[in-house]
């Protein structure tokens, strides 16, 4: 079945480290999206990609990088610039300009000690 | 900008009562909406999404919603809640554009009681 993967579900790092988030989907979706959840604040859009090679920054963007090299991975990196990365970070997917909505992945939660 | 506001940040309601979960929206043109359903420590999932034609959309799990371009509303509904509805909802409307880009609402987290 096809869908989107993130790994790991749970994530611990040091204060000042860099950690890097996977998401890799087998739908043929064109276009891939980075979410920041917290608590009372919905989803924050931090990166997309609607095609291989190119990205935009989102709202939050400061303290992340992406890369999109292949259709199918859309890998997050929270850098140590970032000043807050506890978070619940969604990876999700959809068809490029076909306005059909998201699949989302199942979410890494990342626990900054 | 495009914007989408959840009134009720907790909704609490009985099993087998019905539900109405508030959204309200802001864009220029005619959006297209969706309802998402989140269970803890999980991602989203489409529960309807409305792009045209007939305001009233069915969705999974027994959900509706309709869309009230008058009052700028997407209210989703669901006429006998079920113990397993209890999750976190969200609305969200298409960024518009040259992208596919939505913009969510803050959530209604939803409650239900035997």
């Known amino acids: 079945d096809g869908g989107i993967t993130q790994s790991p579900k749970y994530l611990f790092r040091k204060e000042g480290q860099n950690v890097t988030l996977s998401c890799e989907q087998n739908?043929?979706?064109?276009?891939m999206y980075w979410y920041r959840q917290d608590p009372g604040q919905g989803l924050r859009l931090i990166y997309y990609?609607?095609?291989?090679?190119?990205?935009q920054k989102g709202d939050i963007a400061e303290g992340y990088s992406v890369s999109r090299e292949k259709k199918e991975s859309f890998p997050l990196t929270v850098t140590s610039a970032q000043k807050n990365p506890t978070a619940f970070y969604l990876c999700?997917?959809?068809?490029?300009?076909?306005?059909?909505?998201?699949?989302f992945g199942s979410g890494t939660r990342l626990t900054v000690v | 900008a495009q914007s989408v506001t959840q009134p009720d940040i907790h909704i609490t309601v009985s099993e087998g009562a019905s539900l109405e979960l508030r959204c309200n929206y802001s864009?220029?043109?005619?959006?297209?909406l969706f309802w998402y359903v989140q269970s803890p420590g999980q991602g989203l999932q489409l529960l309807l999404k409305?792009?045209?034609?007939?305001?009233l959309v069915q969705g999974i799990k027994g959900f509706e919603a309709e869309f009230k371009r008058s009052q700028s509303s997407f209210n989703l509904r669901k006429p006998s809640v079920h113990w397993s509805d209890a999750a976190e909802y969200f609305c969200?409307?298409?960024?518009?554009?040259?992208?596919?880009?939505?913009?969510f609402g803050t959530g209604t987290r939803l409650q239900v009681f035997p």
């Open positions: 999700a997917s959809s068809i490029a300009f076909h306005r059909s909505g998201y699949t």
């Open positions: 739908l043929n979706h064109d276009a």
């Open positions: 990609s609607q095609i291989v090679n190119d990205f």
């Open positions: 864009y220029g043109a005619t959006p297209y």
């Open positions: 409305y792009f045209s034609g007939d305001t």
């Open positions: 969200a409307v298409g960024a518009g554009g040259n992208t596919d880009k939505l913009i």
